[in-house]
């Protein structure tokens, strides 16, 4: 306890959890791995010469990027508005949503690619729909192209997009747009020059994890892409799979690692650091342009602010609704794009109920036979209850030592928080495989190979720096005088943590434990290689399937796992959603 | 969802912590160590259903020897992994013939004990299929697919993969499997599109490949990864002419697809039992890998599953409806190419092997 409170006055210290996991699961071993690439001890960069000497990797490298920055971009234009308009949501609509947004999340995402083949295919839905409607004469070759490889990855990254905007969101005060709108912006103005700056905290956790996944991506665009569609990603894991060359696979990760890094740069590494970063952001977006319109288009600004504000406060006493215009198209954009996110996890819902052999959109007779496949075989439940096993535990032990880490970061000097932000999110920068192969190392020292304790640390790692990410964008927002209120008021820096920081990051704090639960409970690359194959998850199971054959068992697999979140849903509206006194010594209880 | 989180996050926390310290008792549990059970991998799915019934229930009933089927995939990295690391946690492992082809002369797996093998069961297993690090498990085939709709039974039918490649005789969309891993690619099949008879396809001419695959590109779809996506294909009807392995079609036309396999030119593959070096059990795995490649046991097993057997001796105990969809069957053999693991492990121009060189080739030639 008095180690702890000494942490928490050295702010860098609350780090020291983290980085010890990650040290000793992954950082020894990548630096191993790093001097590997480099042939020590005679040191010579023959392996990155080797590698950007083959015309091919560097064309791989460039589609790579572009493709990720593509899909990147298409999450930012659908996942802004659409976090925009769930904040803006009542606290039950909002609750709803954000548990539909989830739900496409909790499901495989090899099922999900299966979906999209069913959906996109020759003779999938679309394509049956046009054709029967006679809009069409011959199939439009929608699957197999780059457009389906992004909307596969779109639909993957999309909740990733989306929530760490929506819990940074939630922390702006409304009323400072209240504020704006009284003093005479234009409701786009008031958005532009004050919500926008102080979400953009969020928005840069969002695009850093979405691209820094893209970069990453495989199994989706070897299977939905086209002849060219070839990911980095791709290459690396073929090679692994044909010769396993350690020297040169770790040479091209550390080269996607380089590209990561760049992208941190460019996108600003400094997760906490809003204010000055974000006004002036803003402030040049706002002088680019044509100057002289820009000029003009003020002038006639400020000319008419005095009567936008009268106006303002005559509106702010009508009751009701703003234009209903607006509200429709609101609806109607968060009815296409949960259309969009749902529509796969539907599909797979009807097919696990097929009679059929195989996975088979509409199916030809119905029954439950693949739902008692899975309950009556111990292998399938066994591994489902050890992957939800692993998931929690991954989930408290992330979440926690994330939030430390986040938290620390936040109080430290700049330079320092960028290298330590750039450790921290490397296990999600690098493949899987390279990962996997890192902690495989690392985990043998320990004599943790084969063991649930084990493949708890390796998702960790991962899960860590999901956490770190998200409530450092809360933390951004997070003003700081509260916590000095508190403390004037002679509460101790534990107290004030538990009674005024923890209650204000809640949201990022929550949304960081989901997504380390779903890092830990869909990972298969890595959980394969250091499970010495003794520890059973759900997702290796469901891999040893598909890899053999595509027996609807893991589309009723699937459907359980969309069960889950509705599940959770029903318990709270039963429950009520009403908040209950706040339960004492929460996180020393949890530390100790 | 965040109203409420305080209370979750507790009822979380309390409830993992009793999972936390259920995990610490579990390091303590690496039982593998400690037993003489026989740890094999046999594959997930009907394959590894079939290799349970067929080898280890009726080897664990003849030599009281547990075995411990395990259903995971396994990867040449799981292999070097282990075996550099000195933490070999599988007595007998399930590879491919390119995989073996590169643990084989790294030293990463044990040497056959061929001393413990029956004459007659020996003479059965073909050559090919006895390797000093391996034993031949079962045989597969790349063959020709065709959907019956496209190409009915009256109409003339391609037959060689030049018909295959001609485009104007047989138009059609064709599917054809990547070549990104190198040793595996529609390689054998391109030269003999262009001319290049059965028995005088390796050495291969790389250039010659490539310039054989430039005239199919653009009319193919899709270039398939692995068995469960050609599968997939086949069942939605993508395209009218496939190269797929024969199992997957068998499945489909099992249940009644409207396709048909052509065997004329196929390529022969095949997978191997070995023993990663430093096995704990590597004794009684090679009295496992004997008793799996006998011909009455792989007889067994390839009525479970339509695998062909590597011992041909089993073709006497496989009914004849059943030997004709084997890609091992006698007929079949006597015009299919088996696949040359030397060629793909020779060193070529450039210090690379021909197998590095064509997977190299295959990613510059793909994007262009």
Redesign the interface.
């Known amino acids: 306890m008095q180690t702890l409170q000494k942490l928490g006055r050295m702010p860098i210290g609350l780090t020291v959890p983290a980085l010890t996991i990650l040290l000793v699961v992954f950082g020894l071993p990548i630096v191993l791995l790093f001097l590997t690439s480099v042939n020590a001890p005679a040191l010579s960069l023959s392996n990155y010469q080797a590698f950007l000497r ?4 560097v ?2 490298l460039f ?1 790579t990027i572009q493709v990720s920055v593509v899909a990147t971009a298409i999450c930012l234009i659908i996942g802004y508005p659409m976090a925009y308009l769930i904040t803006a949501a009542s ?1 039950r609509v ?2 709803v949503l ?2 539909l947004v989830i739900i496409p999340y909790l499901t495989s995402l090899l099922v999900r690619t ?1 979906a999209w ?1 069913v959906i996109l ?4 839905l679309i394509n049956n729909l046009l054709l029967s409607t006679g809009l069409i004469s011959s199939p439009l ?1 929608l ?2 192209s780059r457009m389906a490889v992004y909307i596969g990855m779109v639909h993957i990254m999309l909740p990733v997009m989306i929530l760490p905007l929506v819990s940074v969101m ?1 922390g702006i005060d409304k009323s400072l747009v209240a504020a704006a709108r009284s003093m005479g912006a234009p409701p786009f103005a008031a958005f532009w020059r004050v919500f926008l700056p102080l979400s953009l905290p969020g928005l840069r956790s969002g695009l850093l994890l979405v691209f820094v996944f893209c970069l990453g991506f495989y199994i989706t665009p ?2 939905l892409g ?3 569609d ?1 990911m980095l990603s ?2 690396i894991a ?7 060359n350690m020297a040169q696979t770790a040479a091209s990760a550390f080269i996607l690692l380089g590209i990561a890094a760049v992208m941190l740069s460019v996108l600003g590494l400094d997760l906490a650091d809003t204010k000055t970063h974000g006004t002036r952001l803003a402030r040049k977006s706002w002088r680019s342009g044509l100057p002289s319109f820009r000029a003009l288009t003020r002038d006639l600004n400020e000319l008419a602010s005095p009567y936008r504000a009268k106006r303002w406060t005559a509106k702010l006493y009508q009751a009701g609704g703003s234009s209903g215009l607006w509200t429709t198209l609101g609806t109607l954009f968060v009815l296409l794009v949960m259309l969009y996110l749902l529509f796969p996890s539907v599909v797979v819902i009807i097919m696990s109920f097929s009679g ?5 959109f509409p199916p030809s007779t119905l029954s439950l036979k693949w739902y008692s496949s899975f309950f009556g075989d111990p ?1 399938w439940t066994g591994a489902a209850w050890m992957s939800i ?1 692993i998931g ?2 991954v ?3 992330s979440t926690i030592v994330g939030t430390l880490a986040a938290y620390g970061l936040n109080r430290t000097f700049p330079r320092l928080r960028s290298f330590l932000t750039l450790i921290i999110l490397a296990p999600i920068t690098f493949p899987s ?1 390279v990962v996997g ?1 890192a902690a ?2 690392g985990l ?1 020292n320990l ?7 084990g493949i ?1 640390l390796t998702h960790s790692i991962g899960a860590i720096a999901y956490v770190v990410v998200i409530v450092s964008a809360t933390l951004a927002n997070f003003d700081r005088r509260l916590e000095q209120a508190a403390k004037s008021m002679r509460a101790g820096p534990l107290q004030t943590f538990r009674r005024v920081t923890l ?1 204000l990051i ?2 990022g ?2 949304g960081g ?1 989901l997504f380390a639960f779903i890092h830990s409970f869909d990972e298969v690359v890595k959980t ?2 250091v ?4 520890v ?1 998850t759900l997702p ?2 469901m ?9 609807p068992t893991i589309a009723a697999v699937a459907s359980l796992l969309i069960l889950l979140p509705l599940l959770w849903l029903l318990v ?1 509206y039963v ?1 009520g ?4 006194p ?2 004492q010594n ?1 996180l020393p ?2 530390v100790s | ?7 979750r ?2 009822l ?2 309390a ?3 009793v ?2 310290l ?3 008792n ?2 303590t ?2 039982s ?1 160590a400690a037993s003489n059970e026989l ?1 094999v ?1 046999v ?6 259903k079939a290799n349970i019934e067929a080898y280890v229930k009726p080897f664990q009933a003849e030599t009281g020897i547990k075995v411990n089927p ?9 292999l ?2 282990m075996v550099t ?1 000195k ?1 070999v ?2 007595d007998v492992i399930n590879l491919g013939a ?1 995989s073996v082809a ?1 643990a084989g002369p790294r030293g990463q797996l044990e040497q056959i004990d061929y001393s413990i093998y029956k004459k007659d069961e020996l003479d059965g297993i073909l050559d090919f299929a006895k390797e000093p690090f391996a034993v031949g498990s079962l045989m597969y085939a790349n063959v020709m697919v065709y959907n019956t709709e496209k190409f009915p039974a009256g109409k003339p039918r391609p037959t060689t993969w030049a018909e295959f490649w001609d485009v104007k005789r047989f138009p059609g969309v064709r599917v054809l499997p990547t070549g ?4 595996e690619g529609p390689w054998e099949e391109a030269l003999m599109a262009d001319g290049v008879p059965l028995n005088a396809v390796y050495p291969m001419d790389i250039d010659r490949i490539f310039k054989s695959l430039d005239k199919i ?1 653009p009319h ?4 398939w ?5 050609i ?2 294909i086949m ?4 395209a009218d002419l496939v190269n797929a392995f024969d199992g997957r079609a068998s ?1 489909l036309i099992n ?1 009644g697809a409207p396709l048909e396999i052509n065997r004329n030119q196929a390529k022969l593959r095949w997978d191997y039992w070995a023993i990663p070096k430093g096995s704990p059990n590597a004794a009684n795995a090679q009295k496992f890998i004997e008793f799996a490649t006998r011909a009455d046991r792989q007889a067994v097993f390839a009525q479970l599953m339509n695998y062909g057997p590597t011992n041909r001796n089993a073709f006497k105990l496989i009914p004849e409806k059943v030997a004709r969809k084997l890609a091992s069957h006698p007929d079949y053999m006597a015009i299919s190419l088996p696949w040359n693991a030397k060629w793909y492990s020779e060193i070529g121009a450039g210090g690379l ?1 021909n ?2 060189q064509l ?2 080739r295959w ?2 030639w ?2 262009l």
Do not use: C
């Open positions: 083959q015309p091919a990797n064309r791989v589609q606290k909002r609750m954000l548990v299966y083949i295919g020759d003779s999938g070759s699957i197999y939630m070897a299977a086209g002849l060219r070839a791709t290459l073929a090679q692994v799979a044909s010769s396993f059929g052999e195989f996975l088979e292998s096993q929690v535990a989930a408290v032990l495989i192969i495989y190392f043998l004599g943790l190979i084969g063991t649930k304790t708890i209650p809640r949201p704090v929550m434990a394969s290689l499970s010495g194959f003794s059973r290796l199971k891999w040893e399937n598909i890899r053999n054959q595509i027996d709270l429950t959603w009403r908040p209950r706040r339960a929460v209880d949890a | 969802m965040m109203s409420s989180s305080i209370n996050r507790r979380v926390q409830s993992s912590s999972l936390m259920g995990t610490l579990s390091i549990g690496r593998w740890r991998s594959g997930g799915g009907e394959w590894g395990i259903t995971d995939d396994s990867t040449i990295a799981q070097e992994l690391t933490n946690t599988l390119p590169i990104q891993r190198g040793v590109k193919t779809r899709k270039w990864g692995v068995g469960s996506e599968q997939q069942h939605d009807k993508t499945q249940q092997t197998g590095e997977r190299q990613n510059e793909v994007l």
